[in-house]
């Protein structure tokens, strides 16, 4: 595979020579510098300004230890990342994510990803991302509160309400959110918005919790209904069961279809009957149990382990919302042999190159997670709002905003496509919008002679 424009080419050539270990950083640029080949040509004072190949550097990159004592007394190790990628815009924003898969190559594609997500809300932030390699799974509450206050001891050096915002991701919600604030809060000595995600009684915003979710299912709204279509009375497959899956899941069936498969990283379940969102949350927000556990309450529904094989459950949507390269070649032929018409991303990157070349070549509606998952981030930063007017705005006020929000990045992104010879791919449209906004505020503070 080569990039069609050759100066795109050399810049990722040479990115590629000094990021060796980086595959996943590396596939989320040669995406995007991919799609740019129609702005070379119309822009060539972009060029000029060095701006292409300033975009794929990060401004900062920051690795920290953190080292911090479990329930045994034992000392354990983890190491701590925060990539400030692009601040043109704003001051940098994006999750935190704490997994045993996080390196920097992750932390990087997440980054950049995170610069035209950001851009793409219209609102005036940042790319950036942080996590660690630190995993939840098995800890005591007093464990993740002690590895968040150690975490947040040297990360609170490098962020502010107007430096770097960090939030949630894998690994990280409401109860992280809050132990790594009150760390901030003690050392710092300052209320402010420096996180958020937070829950409401700290100045969070409420429908934060559900707006990844419910942001996807407005978008693929839009995408559905520019083909004449909508969610009702469609089958949905939904993978992960984290934050994103399940309010995709609550919306999705709001809006009259049928979720019928759900996963967990250990496998998925099938209910033919419609998966019961409320228990589903309840087990696993409350009770933090695996999604086997559902089988046990639901006589209707089955589980099988693995969870690569949910592609294989027929459905006329699939919304990925686990994790990067969860869906590859062989998964997207099994939804497209089995009918499937849309696909839209929840999780960042969730599809591989391969699955997206193989659902265009097709003509399956197409919704990049840096469009279809910006609900998030969008609605982080209605919660930065708020948090500098110190008001707080109801949950129909903030749902309305993200609403409109999601519906204006569909247009954009479907407009860019279309002014760039593009026509219908969302891919495209989305990279060029986000870029140029970017670009232009970058050619705007110039640099330094
Ligand atoms: P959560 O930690 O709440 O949930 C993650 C879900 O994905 C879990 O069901 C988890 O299963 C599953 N999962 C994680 N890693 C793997 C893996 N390697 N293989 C299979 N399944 C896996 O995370 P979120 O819901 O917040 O995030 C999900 C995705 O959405 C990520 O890509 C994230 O970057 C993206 N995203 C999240 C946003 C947000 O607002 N939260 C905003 C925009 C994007 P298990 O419990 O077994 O690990």
Redesign the pocket.
Known sequence: MSISNSYLQGIYDSLAEKSTHEPEFLQAVYEVLESLCPVVEKRPDFVKAGIFSQIVEPERVLQFRISWVDDAGTVRVNRGYRVQFNSAIGPYKG?L?F?P?VNLSIIKF?GFEQIFKNALTGLPIGGGKGGSDFDP?GKSDGEIMRFCQAFMTELQRHIGADTDVPA????V?AREIGYLFGQYKRIRNEFTGVLTGKKAGLGGSLARTE??GYGLCYFTKEMLAAEGEDFSGKRVVIS??????LYACQKAIRLGAKVVAM????GYIVDENGIDFERMREMKEVRRARIQTYVDEVPTAQYVSG?RGIWSVPCDIALP????N?LDLDGARMLVEHGCMAVAE???M?STPEAVSFFREKGILFGP?KAA?AG??ATSALEMSQNSQRLSWSFEQVDGMLHDIMKEIYQNAAAAAKEYGQEGDLVTGANIAGFLKVAEAMLWQGVIF
Do not use: F, M, Y
């Not at 949630?168 to 690994?171: A, C, K």
């Not at 992960?240 to 899956?245: K, Q, R, T």
């Not at 996963?263 to 250990?266: A, C, I, K, Q």
């Open positions: 999750g994510r997994h898969s997440l799974k949630g991701d894998i690994g919600g707006a990844t992960g069961s984290g934050n994103v899956a996963s967990d990283s250990g969870c919302c686990a994790t990067q969860e929840g999780a960042n969730p997670a998952n998030g981030v």
